[in-house]
């Protein structure tokens, strides 16, 4: 499953007043299976931010990225891109072994269940309105009404 990211740019916020900064734009490049892939370069230069672009957790001014051929809206949006596509970040690195055993390792377990969508707001006050009345009653049900 191959990775190509193509003509990548990113522009960024900088200095006082802010100006806007062209960090990086032609960025292009190509994992295939197998390879691992380092960006090297002087602080400041936007290697972070790239590695966050390509996992799709920061936007890009242009370019294009593609995993075995299909772009993120391809394979299910960003959410699912995210499952496929791994940023490690440059922090301590809290887990025995290396990032990719460890990503290795998540990749092999299966997906957990998608959580059930949240209630809709007005379910949500309702429900939190019986808690704050059965806790003025001191009771323990929520459910109970509120005596006079």
């Known amino acids: 499953m191959s990775f190509v990211a193509t003509g990548l740019a990113r522009e960024i916020l900088t ?14 490049l190509s994992v295939e299976p197998g390879e691992v892939l380092f960006v090297v370069g002087p ?12 996992a799709g957790l920061d936007g890009l001014k242009a370019g294009t990225l593609t995993l075995a051929g299909k772009s993120p809206e391809e394979v299910g949006g960003f959410q699912h891109w995210r499952t496929e596509v791994l940023y490690c970040s440059q922090a301590r690195w809290a887990f025995p072994g290396s990032p990719a055993s460890t990503f290795e390792d998540v990749k092999a377990r299966p997906a957990a269940p998608a959580r059930p969508p949240a209630p809709p707001p007005h379910a949500r006050r309702r429900s939190s309105s019986r808690r704050s009345a059965g806790a003025r009653t001191g009771s323990s049900s929520p459910s109970q009404p509120l005596s006079a």
């Open 15 to 28: 200095g006082t007043p802010p100006v806007l900064k062209t960090l990086w734009e032609g960025v292009s």
């Open 43 to 54: 602080s400041g230069t936007g290697k972070s931010l790239l590695l966050r672009c390509l």
